[in-house]
């Protein structure tokens, strides 16, 4: 590695070509996480459709979540040596495909293989973002930039749940994949158009001169305790929010006597206005010269996760939709807080040619707890309650009261990133 001057971002960009690039990228994201919220949001009348135990019901987030680990690695590879405007364009394209390809499923396989290959497109979607915005957005701008791309996920979610709960509900489940897949296709044609692949690690003080292998990127990341705790936090933090969220939808059907259509508008308006809300506040926040120092960062997000575990547990404890209600404002919106500046803090913490990957790994761990593990807890947990008679409202509620705690957990890892995080910035960047 050879240490330079940071280069001023003025001299490689405009404000305007930096800002529209970074908007581009959060759409990516909005349509990357309506296309994941879908199916959570369906699932009671797709389960009812194909009639389905709770566990089996858990099983269809696999797929997608299995191939977008497995996928990750290769594909973020990939991506830190070849044109990533161009492998982000064909990722997209493929899998907003594969969502419309979904509202074709005859039965229960079907749907599972077509989940599969949503999964391999979105493995190369968000590795391939965070490493363009990294070469647009110097290092003390990351977690500005970031937040402003994890707006994604409150509006993304907003789609996959309110809209379309709304299309499933005038059209059935199967138009509302249709209606999410197809606007993906025109967005991968303009990033192939209108996005220029920017120079690696243009705007950091530590260059490379060629990329680092697997093993060694995992070697390096290993080194840093800093990156070894964001990363566990922010997966552990995928766990307990997008792990509960996974059957909230069918928990306010089962519990309240909702239709998709109302469970997916009351959640909707949280994710829309609370989740955006939450990131904008967190843009503000991080965008502030104290906020420069990577320490406070690392409390903020140790502070928020911890007080947001109590609503999280509260929610599903109720019996009171008014209160659960409230609970919800209080907890969705804190799920969205963290992903901003958990993105910064792996990116800032890795080296420029590691960038994708280090997303990749930080997403294998986040998907693999909230895709895999945490559906398949609740699920098989729900069933293991309700016994013979088969999962209903109160077993489903044990089951998500077991998970809601683990908030704390990801608290834990943010507390204890803070200590390491200012040298091991610099080592990987070469300066905070």
Known sequence: MASTAPVDADKVSTLGQRWYVLIIMMLVYTISIADRYVLSTLLGPISKEFGLTDSE????????????????????????????TRLLAASVAVWSAMTAITGYAKGYFDLLLARVGVGIGEAGGTPACNAIIA?????????MAMTVFALGAPIGAWLGSDIAGLVSVDHGWRSAFLVLGIPGIILALIILVTIKEPQRGRLDAVTEEKSPTVIETLRFLWSQKAAVHALWASGLSAFWGWGLMWFTPLFLQRTYGMDEGQAGGLLGQIYMFGGIGASLITAWIVARPAYTDPRKIARLLAVVTALATIPSFLAYYTHDLGMAKLMWWLFIPAIYFYIGPAFALCQNLS???????TVAISLLIANVLNLIIAPAIVGGLSDYFAGPSGADADSLRLAQLILAPSGLWAAWHYWRAEKYIVEDQKRAIGYV
């Not at 647009?136 to 701008?141: E, K, L, Q």
């Open 351 to 357: 080296s420029p040619r590691m960038r994708a990957m």
């Open 135 to 143: 070469d647009y957005f110097p290092a003390d701008r990351r977690s």
């Open 57 to 84: 019901t858990a099983w269809l987030g696999i797929p997608l979540a299995l191939f977008y680990v497995v996928m990750g690695i290769p594909l973020s590879w990939l991506c830190d040596r070849t044109n990533r």
